[in-house]
Nanobody
Framework: VQLVESGGGLAQPGGSLRLSCAAS????????MSWYRQAPGQARELVAT?????????NYAASVKGRFTISRENAKNMAYLQMNGLKPENTAVYYC?????????WGQGALVTVSS
């Protein structure tokens, strides 16, 4: 089982980044996919969640709603987080998570730094 994040890096305030999460080793389409983040010295927090089927049901933290978009491609075992209008306070390690009622998997994280 693997979840591998990619696409992190340095962005300027107001800029964009797209995180990808490649899944393998489990039935991806049956798992709810989420993105979390953890800033230095802070607890890990939920950023966005997308349901299993057609991905039509999404939820976002209030701080990112309207700027971030979560999506998934079940045929490719991929999940994404499009981040627009980035702010310095969005600097964090971003993790993808796959979950069902009885199981969960986490990726290793991707560092996003927003700075001028």
């Amino acid at each position: 089982v693997q979840l591998v994040e990619s696409g992190g890096g340095l962005a300027q305030p107001g800029g964009s980044l797209r995180l990808s999460c490649a899944a393998s080793g489990f039935n991806f389409s049956s798992y709810v996919m989420s993105w979390y983040r953890q800033a230095p010295g802070q607890a890990r927090e939920l950023v966005a969640t997308i349901n299993t089927s057609d991905g039509s049901n999404t939820n976002y933290a209030a701080s990112v709603k309207g700027r971030f978009t979560i999506s998934r491609e079940n045929a490719k075992n991929m999940a994404y987080l499009q981040m627009n209008g980035l702010k310095p306070e969005n600097t964090a390690v971003y993790y993808c998570r796959a979950a069902v009622a009885w199981d969960e998997y986490w990726g290793q994280g991707a560092l996003v730094t927003v700075s001028s």
